[in-house]
DNA sequence: AAGTGGTCTAGACCACTTG
DNA sequence: AAGTGGTCTAGACCACTTT
């Protein structure tokens, strides 16, 4: 099991900062050396990180830490999809910013012990210029020292790309449970819905390495002219 | 790419029945030699069809062709599962059984092209006692040769069990677009709902080998207690 | 004890990118 | 031309299952 100790070695070094988003790893060889192990094993574990996008090959050029921008928001985490016509980026407009307590239901998602504080985000998300999402986002306070409404807003990244470029937290991966429900009035104003409408509800819970929860997202989808895509296939 | 071309002959050899499901592949050593390739090759791909879940390894046994069982459905092909229960298998109840012509949708779903002959079967899915799931499900009679409603209902298997073992289409992956509406006259009268409710629709193609569609299948779904899981990770 | 897959090694050669 | 990752080889040794 020596590809898991570099694996985790390899982990350690995103988590720290010491290999950052974007930035070349040294190639394999010099891997090898440094881990006192062969190459077939550095690359063992390298195949892995870069099947869970961590990181990025690129023949002839070098293997890079993976970034959390937009191309790899869309294709990894964003499912919502014009019914007839190409993906397209959301764009995101901030409805709320708080701070405040986490409930039980938020302090479960997130692995939290009592009353931890918490940072509440509610945003707008349009498609074709139509608000065809709202998000309700939950995260940890103390995961994100020192967050707040300025810098979040001044962003020049995706969501995901300010957790991983501004506080070291990189989202791996997420679980999401997706129903039906009869749209609620404060739903039903933000994305200019009538007052009975079906909408999708899709409860998220986005986590880190090791799977340590993070991130936790319901959004209300008005589906009349989208679709939420999955994919069955290895689920590993 | 000598790994490719084995894992095609592999995959042509479970096609053809020469390797059935659930019988072992010879190890490791005499596909080598078969192939004209080293273990590692052969492992190589044999580690993407175990990906896949085409194939099973189990260390110091062997290596079988993967059965479409209830285990595999349950973990691979159905995400429905209860809100606050561990997740169960669901019973099946045929409703409806026809042969007719494919409509242009089917017949773009699947591949088709003029109006072929299609099976069209529809059955009612109960989990704990009620009736939560109305699935449409459509395949093209020239795929299942010989299909009829007493072999089709005799089966001792799942439904995707069934195809693999009675004419050797195994479903390997799944696409589904998932949306939320308001339940249809028909739907309501067989889930026992009320009229107007809002219930998930998913629509999903299954596909065989080379992602050549086998299955087109409409499931409308009573999510007041359940959900669709969904894992994002990975995601070739 | 014999047979299976699981891990690791050391090295060769190929394909691609960059200067 | 030099440096990177991609493929393939041949073999050693380990872990697990079965007889």
Do not use: C
């Given at each position: 099991?020596?590809?898991?100790?570099?694996?985790?070695?390899?982990?350690?070094?995103?988590?720290?900062?010491?290999?950052?988003?974007?930035?070349?790893?040294?190639?394999?060889?010099?891997?090898?050396?440094?881990?006192?192990?062969?190459?077939?094993?550095?690359?063992?574990?390298?195949?892995?990180?870069?099947?869970e996008h961590?990181?990025?090959?690129?023949?002839?050029?070098?293997?890079?830490?993976?970034?959390?921008?937009?191309?790899?928001?869309?294709?990894q985490f964003?499912?919502?999809?014009?019914?007839?016509?190409?993906?397209?980026?959301?764009?995101?407009?901030?409805?709320?910013?708080?701070?405040?307590?986490?409930?039980?239901?938020?302090?479960?998602?997130?692995?939290?012990?009592?009353?931890?504080?918490?940072?509440?985000?509610?945003?707008?998300?349009?498609?074709?210029?139509?608000?065809?999402?709202?998000?309700?986002?939950?995260?940890?306070?103390?995961?994100?020292?020192?967050?707040?409404?300025?810098?979040?807003?001044?962003?020049?990244?995706?969501?995901?790309?300010?957790?991983?470029?501004?506080?070291?937290?990189?989202i791996v991966e997420a679980d999401?449970?997706?129903?039906?429900?009869?749209?609620?009035?404060?739903?039903?104003?933000?994305?200019?819905?009538?007052?009975?409408?079906?909408?999708?509800?899709?409860?998220?819970v986005a986590h880190t390495f090791?799977r340590?929860?993070?991130?936790?997202?319901?959004?209300?989808?008005?589906?009349?002219?989208?679709?939420?895509?999955?994919?069955?296939?290895?689920?590993?």
């Amino acid at each position: 099991m020596l590809y898991r100790q570099v694996k985790r070695q390899l982990i350690n070094d995103i988590q720290s900062g010491f290999a950052a988003p974007g930035a070349a790893l040294p190639n394999e060889k010099d891997l090898a050396q440094r881990f006192q192990v062969s190459v077939g094993t550095i690359r063992r574990a390298v195949d892995e990180l870069v099947a869970e996008h961590v990181l990025l090959r690129q023949q002839g050029r070098g293997t890079f830490v993976g970034k959390l921008d937009r191309e790899r928001f869309m294709f990894q985490f964003f499912k919502i999809v014009p019914r007839d016509r190409p993906s397209e980026f959301p764009e995101v407009r901030l409805h709320k910013f708080a701070k405040s307590r986490a409930t039980q239901m938020e302090a479960q998602a997130l692995g939290l012990h009592g009353n931890q504080w918490v940072f509440r985000i509610e945003n707008v998300l349009h498609l074709q210029g139509q608000p065809v999402i709202h998000d309700r986002i939950t995260i940890a306070a103390a995961m994100f020292p020192g967050l707040n409404q300025a810098s979040f807003t001044a962003r020049t990244t995706t969501i995901y790309g300010h957790y991983q470029a501004a506080f070291g937290v990189t989202i791996v991966e997420a679980d999401e449970r997706v129903r039906a429900e009869l749209v609620l009035p404060d739903s039903a104003q933000l994305l200019n819905l009538a007052m009975p409408s079906p909408v999708l509800r899709i409860d998220r819970v986005a986590h880190t390495f090791d799977r340590k929860p993070a991130e936790f997202r319901t959004s209300i989808v008005d589906t009349r002219n989208f679709d939420y895509v999955s994919r069955m296939r290895e689920m590993t």
